[in-house]
């Protein structure tokens, strides 16, 4: 369990908090590019619990820029994407994707005034599918991360995002925590069951866990004892801040950033990848709908202070008790409850917004998150400390795979050595 100090370190992102700065030294995926076009309408989101649009400019640069106009604080939502600027419509103030102010047609055209307003603004990028955002200080300009999936064709890459209502800690968890698939997840129909697991060559369900500590983050495998008295080692990756890549016996393979949106919500960025070959139709139709499961188009997600945003929200969620069928918990999958993420999001969210870490009772199964939040904890600390977080300046240490595999090595650092090659990416 965690004291409720550190609870509280682990989950406060906003402005001025120490995780929220821990956060702010890296590059942070806000929207897809896909949401947005020159001249097209702005995307509401927050991050970190600021209010931002995310808009690309005639000349094709992206903007992040703050909700609210600093004349009179109305929306520039309802503003005028238009030559390279967004234009407020309550009185024409124009900003620039810098935020500076280029144009105030109801000043007098002899007045300076514009040069003294600034729109908050930040640095944005395109990489890999998405537009990413700095929030920083500006002298400590971060690396992007040199991951593998950012650099393959559109073609042989899947993104999608969304939003669930609880906090982004207990939400990446569940991706530090190899056993719960092997109940959450799991079906006695075989049609039902995910593509990327071994359960049929499991002898048991309580894997051995191990971890260790890398300039990026994390790396833990779970070894689970097979039926032909071999091993299948799954290897899984966290980095730094809230990066996972989930192990996987076989390409396409995927993973997550985790964006908070404020305390109570996060934004999640999924990518599937190949590094060789485009998708083909049979992958293209289960990403579209992953076993069977239809995904939303674009819609509204009301925040719990009434603020909206733009996400892609699930069907299935808790207003509607996740669609949990009894008839198919009993039959067909061990939860009632079609979908990976749908499954996961039913049990992250049901821990409330903000999980009281204080009343938690960790097992030997848990080891993956006792030490990613321990983690956590040395680099705020080292950040109040002037310590910078070194991975935000090392992008190439991005550069790395999960791992499925079954093999006779029975520890950690025997399989990491076996199998140096398979965990480096090729970019």
Known sequence: MLSREDNELLTRVGPGTPLGNLFRRFWLPAVKISE??????????????????????????????????????????FGRNEEDGLRCVYHGWKFDVNGNCV?????????????????????????????????GPTDLKPELP???????????????????????????EGDIDSSHSMFLHSAMDPKLQQRSRRFGVMRDRSPVLAVQNTDYGVVYGARYNTIDQTHNWRLTQWMMPSHTMIASKQFPVGGRVYV?????????FNYRYHPERPFNEDELAFYKTPLGVPRNERGKLRLSDGTQIDTFPLIANRDNDYLIDRAMQRTGNYTGIAGIQEQDKA??????????????????????????RRRLLRLIHDLEAGIEPAAASTGRAYSVRSLDVVTEHQTLPEVLAAFQSNLLAAV
């Open 347 to 372: 049990m992250t969210e049901s821990m409330g917004v903000i999980c009281n870490r204080t009343r938690e009772h960790l097992g030997t199964s848990d080891v993956a998150i006792i030490a990613v």
């Open 260 to 268: 908070p949106v404020d305390d109570e919500h996060v934004n999640i």
């Open 146 to 172: 040199d991951l593998e999936w950012v650099h393959v064709p559109d073609n042989q890459r899947n993104i999608g995002r969304w939003t669930h209502q609880a906090n982004w800690l207990q939400v990446l």
């Open 36 to 77: 947005l076009q020159p001249d097209g309408p702005p995307v509401r989101t927050r991050i970190l619990g600021e209010d931002l649009l995310a808009a690309q400019f005639t000349a094709g640069g992206y903007a992040l820029l703050g909700v609210n106009c600093p004349h009179r604080g109305a929306s520039l939502f």
């Open 103 to 135: 144009d105030m047609p109801n000043e007098p055209l002899e007045s300076n005034f514009k040069s003294k307003v600034h729109q908050t603004s930040y640095p944005a990028r395109a990489w890999g599918g998405f537009v990413w955002v700095y929030m």
